[in-house]
């Protein structure tokens, strides 16, 4: 008895803490049903589609909002969800890979999509073959580029043949694109993506910024820009507290992603060591997507 009561008290203490303190402060009740609300809209099977994420300019956090964008889902979807960079500066690959290594030529080449190199096996191409190839880190299965070496990107011809053939595997993806330029891959991308998440700094004249880049990318796209883009803006300046409400939408419903230390460095992202605040923001924007992919 005496070791069954020393076993159970803990567990019952703490069951009562947490009870105190949701009924000593609503907000902690809110935010549990909202945490309980996201996490059944995510756990939900989605329908096949593509999230295109860009920018105007390096630098803005393009790549760091794609890697948060698929640990979020993938925490609920598990292996469904592929991160794809199609940019040069190995971004993601950095943000998500915990091992060196890219996947890129490999999957291609068994997909037909790429010549291979020495030993490249066209149409060796499973489920459990491509999960091998593709888990390069703790979460989305990630199609990349290792930054150290001299591998090449998906190109704009190679991407409508992976991307068609990729999501029999894996019907949620989040591309990672390079900025907004003339790069051919990017309306490659586009003119296939079913929602855009476009990646602003937080400041100055974010609004003109969000207006060129809505106008550079509406020809590309299969529905009207309002329908299918969401603006994202992150801060850099070291002014959101831990706790505070920048996790909430703007004015015009652009979501901020709070200034966390655990973004700073450009390695890889871990979710436990993410701020409550930026946890809570990306899980809002998967939810936003999650509901209106097609």
Known sequence: MTEYRQKAYPSLFRAAGRAARRALDPRVAVRLRAERTRAATLSAPLASGVVAVV????????????????????????????????????????RLATRPGGSTTAVLAALGVRAGGPGARPGAVGHRWLREQLTLGEGPMLLAVDPAT??????DVEYAPAATALARWFPTRVVDTPPLTSDPVVPAVL?????????????PGQAQM????????????PRPVEE??????????????????????????????????????GGVLRWPL???????????????????ID
């Open 55 to 94: 920018g105007p300019d390096r630098g803005v956090g393009r790549s760091t909002v794609a890697a948060l964008l698929a640990l979020a889902l993938a925490r609920h979807q598990d292996a469904r969800v592929l991160a794809v960079e199609t940019g040069h500066g190995g971004g993601l690959h950095r």
């Open 228 to 265: 299918v883009a969401v603006d994202v803006r992150v801060r850099r300046d070291g002014g959101t507290s831990p706790g505070g409400r920048r996790a909430t939408p703007a004015g015009d419903g652009a979501l901020v992603l709070p200034d966390d230390p655990a973004l700073r460095g």
């Open 274 to 292: 993410l701020a409550a605040d930026t946890r809570y923001m990306i899980l809002s924007l998967a939810c936003r997507l999650a509901h209106e």
């Open 191 to 203: 003119t296939r993506a079913d929602r855009v998440v476009i990646v602003l700094p937080d400041g």
């Open 150 to 155: 001299a591998d090449r990107p998906l190109t």
């Open 210 to 221: 969000s207006a060129r880049c809505r106008s550079w990318i509406a020809p590309l796209l």
